[in-house]
Every structure is written in structure tokens, then in C-alpha cells.
């Protein structure tokens, strides 16, 4: 018996799963951020070790096969490999993962993925057919967290000045940054640098101050969400027709919990497109991945 490796890195964590022969989950364990866009490949690798070590501690199985996702862009997977004995490996889409992630088998209709960053994916019939986004937080990733607390700390500082109405967002990023005057947000973002994974670990905090009913993280919240959705709508549009049955995996820890996040995307989404279903995740995304790397395994060695 040997177990089957899902390996994910996102722009905030690295997952690490461990998986039997019959699917069933043996360990799991987490890393830093592994977006080659955001960190170096030391950073990368030292996600990576971080998940395997933490995952395969006390695994004894030789290693059968890999699953591996990454997003923004490619990795080094030669070291990892070897590190685990040079197994067959699998490369696993995003979207394909976000579908897998909700417990389908087949990668059928819209995946869109809002977690650091964010990205749409349409599939027909387990074929990758169109993609929007995915652009980095410089050129896009639009609905993402980076995204959604940028946005928030924006109207903060507004609100700060007077710009804008009061609002809860300003204590929360008080909190959260550790800065009683806001203007000493300057020196933190512009000369030290805030990191890309830290800025986008405020979106829960503006989900928790929108649900205490304060009404500009609220719009923060639709507003984003919305354009997230038109670009989701965008993306169907070139292969669904209006009225056609679809599912939407909606992945991503922007839509990990009910909010005004997830309601004013599905809300926007079925405007255009009524009769789409919705599905969130049941795993981990390096589940995911790791059940897509044990289907090719057993596809290849029958």
C-alpha cells in the first residue's frame, strides 16, 4: 500500500494532504505562501517543506503519486519529487481543483475562486475552456481578499479624514495593523512593506464589521463581490446560454461563510444566468488536488 501527495500553494498558505489508496485522508498539514508572484522560491520552498514535513511526519508508505496546484504561476517541482522518492505527478488546474473541492467528480460549468487572489475558470465536460482573471494584485484579482481589504482600508482612511461617513473599519484596522493614528499606516505600507498575504487577512475583519450592520463595509463588501460576478458572468456567457443549467463552485475564502460577500455575488450572478446552482467546498484544497492525482494514478496503472 503507498499514499497519494496533494500539494496546493496559494497566495496566503501551502497545503499539504495525504491520502490512502482508497481515498481516505491520512494527514494533513499547512506552509507559508507559495505564489512565485508575491515571494521568492526560497519563500516557495520553504512552504512547501513546511506542509510535506508537517503532513508526512509518521507516514511510512512510499509515495505512489502527486497532485500539485499553484497559483500564479509555475514552481519548481524537480526538488519535491525527489524529496519524495520521484513519484508520477499530476498537475491540477485551479478551477479543476475548485470543482473537485465541492464534491464533483467532473469538472462541469464556472469555478471562481476569491481567496488572496482571485480567478474564473469554465468547464465543459472536464475540459478547461475559457478563463478571466488571475491577473495579480496589480493588473486585476478583482472580488479577491487582497482586494476586498484594500478596498477597506481605503474607506478607513477616508473615514479617518473625514471623507467619508463614520464607520467600524477604522477600529478594525487599528486593531488589526496596531496603530492607534492611522496616519502611521504610511510608514508601514510605503517604507516597511506589508506583505500581500497580510493585507488580504483583513477581508474576515471587514466581514465581521459588516455583519454588525455597518453599512460602508457592507458596500465595500456588495461592491466587490458584484464586479467579481460580472466577471464570473462574463466568463459563462462565452459558453453557456442564458437559461442553460450549470453549477458555479464557488472556492476560496471569501465565500467560506454565508455574508453579504457571497450574497450580492449570487444575487448579481443570477440576474444573468437563473438558473445556475451554487456549491461550496466540502475539503481542503489540497484534498481536492489529491483526489484528482489518486483518479489519473488509478486511470494510469489499470
Not at 482571485?118 to 472580488?143: C, N, P, R, T, Y
Request: aromatic share 8%.
Amino acid at each position: 500500500m503507498g499514499v497519494i501527495i496533494g500539494l496546493e500553494g496559494g497566495g496566503t498558505k501551502t497545503g499539504c494532504a495525504v491520502l490512502d489508496e482508497r481515498g481516505n485522508l491520512l494527514a494533513y498539514a499547512e506552509g507559508g505562501p507559495a505564489n512565485l508572484n508575491f515571494v521568492s522560491e526560497e519563500q516557495q520552498r520553504e512552504s512547501f517543506r513546511q506542509a510535506l514535513e508537517g503532513a508526512l511526519g509518521g507516514i511510512v508508505q512510499p509515495v505512489l503519486a502527486l497532485g500539485h496546484c499553484v497559483a500564479g504561476t509555475v514552481a519548481n517541482w524537480g526538488w519535491v519529487l525527489e524529496r519524495l522518492g520521484n513519484p508520477k505527478a499530476y498537475p491540477v488546474e485551479e478551477g479543476r481543483m475548485a470543482f473537485v473541492s465541492t464534491g464533483l467528480d467532473e469538472a462541469h460549468g464556472i469555478a471562481v475562486i476569491a481567496g488572496t487572489g482571485s480567478l474564473v475558470s469554465a468547464f465543459i465536460k472536464d475540459e478547461l475552456v475559457h478563463q478571466v482573471g488571475g491577473w495579480g494584485a496589480l493588473l486585476g484579482d478583482e472580488g479577491s481578499a487582497y482586494d476586498v481589504a484594500l478596498s477597506a482600508i481605503r474607506v478607513a482612511v477616508r473615514s479617518w479624514d473625514g471623507r467619508e461617513f463614520p464607520t467600524r473599519l477604522v477600529n478594525a484596522v487599528q486593531d488589526y495593523f496596531e496603530v492607534e493614528d492611522l496616519r502611521h499606516l504610511i510608514p508601514l505600507f510605503y517604507q516597511k512593506g506589508v506583505p500581500r498575504h497580510v493585507v488580504a487577512g483583513f477581508a474576515p475583519k471587514v466581514i465581521e464589521v459588516a455583519q454588525q450592520r455597518d453599512w460602508l463595509a457592507v458596500r465595500v463588501l456588495e461592491g466587490r463581490a458584484t464586479l467579481l460576478a460580472r466577471d464570473a458572468c462574463a466568463c459563462a456567457q462565452k459558453v453557456f446560454s442564458p437559461l442553460e443549467e450549470f453549477p458555479v463552485a464557488l472556492t476560496g475564502g471569501m465565500f467560506r461563510k454565508p455574508s453579504p460577500y457571497r450574497r450580492a455575488f449570487e444575487r448579481e450572478f443570477r440576474r444573468r444566468f437563473p438558473n445556475a446552482t451554487f456549491r461550496t467546498p466540502q475539503m481542503q484544497p489540497a484534498v481536492a488536488t489529491a483526489r484528482v492525482a489518486l483518479r489519473r494514478w488509478k486511470r494510469d496503472t489499470e
